[in-house]
């Protein structure tokens, strides 16, 4: 197996901090920074390699050679963890919700998996809900050979303790702390390892990219949610999002994309405008990759 310590140092060295001197159609009255951890891996970026490093050096210490995990058809976290087993030597395990998909051609996003070694298996909805029960996971442990586990998302308390190295690259790039860091909000990941390590005097904010008004995070979380920002909920766009992401693209050179990234960017503007940060606040911003998924209404001209 390579040596998967030494390539996480060099992939962290591939997330500059980048300050956006016109970001909104409007100048507004903060200092916006992009932590671009988009770059880290062209395959494995953003929060999906902060989430997984810690659980590839586990599964390596505990001798385990296949990951098997979890998602959907389009998921994001499924095609960094294939292209993380083929980087790192893994076998890899795709359990994919909707048995239907068996007998239909594979969408760009699982095709890639499969390109990547990745063994897909598809179950019924029913039976992927029971995917965080012992009993269900035991069976999956009995029919696939021993694995090391990775749930839904990448989220774990060692994917926290991933997440939570951004904070200190941020401040150590900067030179001091941010004002305020923010980023979006899938499964909370992310966020809580933002939070761990910021310090008192930076304000951590999540933008949920999904429509859950009852969402919470365990405490303590010292950190904001915004939930206004999710556009008609996960992977739901408009065209007031597709537009601002247009724009946003023309005015920095960065791309990025509809279902966390651009929702995040497009709040951090609206707050910005409704006098939320204090004048002059420093605001970075965490890309989180995900280009992928990517939707191909942003590449339409006219």
């Not at 909000?185 to 859950?212: D, E, M, W």
Request: aromatic residues 8%; glycine residues 12%; hydrophobic residues 35%.
């Amino acid at each position: 197996m390579p040596d998967i310590t030494q390539q996480f140092a060099q992939f962290v060295a591939n997330s500059p901090l980048t300050e956006l001197s016109d970001p909104f159609p409007e100048p507004l009255p903060i200092r916006l920074y992009l932590k671009r951890d988009d770059l880290l891996h062209p395959q494995v970026s953003g929060n999906k390699w902060r989430k997984l490093k810690y659980n590839l050096l586990a599964a390596h210490e505990q001798g385990l050679n296949t990951l098997l995990t979890f998602g959907g058809a389009f998921s994001n976290h499924l095609y960094a963890t294939a292209a993380a087993g083929q980087l790192t030597g893994l076998r890899t395990i795709g359990i994919v919700r909707g048995e239907e998909l068996a007998g239909s051609p594979l969408n760009p996003t699982l095709a890639f998996c499969q390109s990547q070694g990745m063994q897909l298996h598809f179950v019924s909805r029913d039976a992927y809900r029971q995917k965080d029960e012992p009993a269900y996971l035991a069976g999956l442990q009995d029919r696939f050979g021993p694995c090391y586990v990775v749930p839904e998302g990448g989220t774990n308390e060692l994917a926290i303790r991933g997440t939570a190295e951004i904070m200190p690259e941020i401040s150590h790039q900067m030179g001091q702390a941010p004002d305020y860091v923010c980023c979006s909000v899938g499964t909370g990941g992310t966020v809580l390892g933002l939070a761990r390590t910021a310090p008192p005097s930076t304000t951590v904010i999540g933008f949920l990219a999904l429509k859950a008004p009852s969402f919470t995070l365990p405490q303590p979380a010292t950190c904001q949610l915004a939930k206004s920002y999710h556009f008609g909920g996960y992977a739901k766009t408009t065209p007031q999002l597709l537009d601002f992401i247009k724009g946003f693209e023309q005015r920095t050179g960065v791309r990025i994309e509809q279902v966390y990234t651009g929702k995040m960017l497009y709040g951090i503007g609206d707050l910005a405008r409704q006098g939320a940060f204090p004048a002059g606040a420093t605001v970075v911003a965490v890309h989180t990759g995900g280009l992928q998924g990517r939707s191909p209404l942003l590449d339409e001209t006219g």
